[in-house]
């Protein structure tokens, strides 16, 4: 986690207010990447301001926007909704820049072995849940792989960023 980079013009995620339904929809995006490794300028912008919502298949019911810069959703269905990207990717840097509330359930998914079935059995998931029953894998952690030092950082009220690399099978 770390300060906004809202102007940033590198791969922007998801946002989501207090006062939104997203505490209930179990994850708020489907990224399967963001660049190629050791690549610096091939970075594949997936959000750009408003722009970067045709780069993603909608899943589930929510009502998924891109506007002052991020990607969010106010209202959802009583099942989970994701946006998953069109694109494959393999060996990749993913920068996810994000606001959660307290009580955020939510998460960004990744080599998922069946798109249409998303879950942390069958995807690393990099959660975002700082109150969750079991803080093992709380914010931060990919669930049931790596978990959070107990000591760590609380997404919750604020604007975070979250970089993640996956190389090889990882």
């Known amino acids: ?17 207090a006062g939104q339904f997203l505490a209930t929809i179990a994850a708020t995006a489907l990224l399967a990447g963001c660049g190629t490794m050791g690549n610096p300028a091939g970075w594949t912008t997936l959000i750009d301001g408003e722009k970067g919502m045709d780069n993603f298949t909608r899943v589930g019911d929510a009502n998924w926007t891109a506007s002052d810069g991020a990607v969010q959703a106010t209202q959802g269905g009583k099942d989970p909704a994701y946006l998953l990207s069109k694109q494959s990717y393999t060996n990749f840097e993913m920068r996810v820049e994000f606001w959660a509330s307290d009580d955020a359930n939510s998460g960004v998914f990744m080599r998922c072995q069946d798109r249409s079935t998303i879950t942390d059995e069958n995807c690393y998931e990099a959660n975002i849940f700082d109150q969750r029953p079991d803080p093992t894998y709380a914010t931060g952690a990919i669930v049931k792989i790596a978990p959070v030092p107990a000591n760590f950082q609380r997404a919750g009220g604020k604007w975070n960023t979250m970089e993640v690399t996956m190389q090889g099978t990882h």
Do not use: F, L, V, Y
Not at 1 to 17: I, Q, V, W, Y
């Open 1 to 17: 986690t770390g300060a906004p980079h809202r102007n940033d013009k590198e791969t922007r995620a998801m946002t989501r207010s």
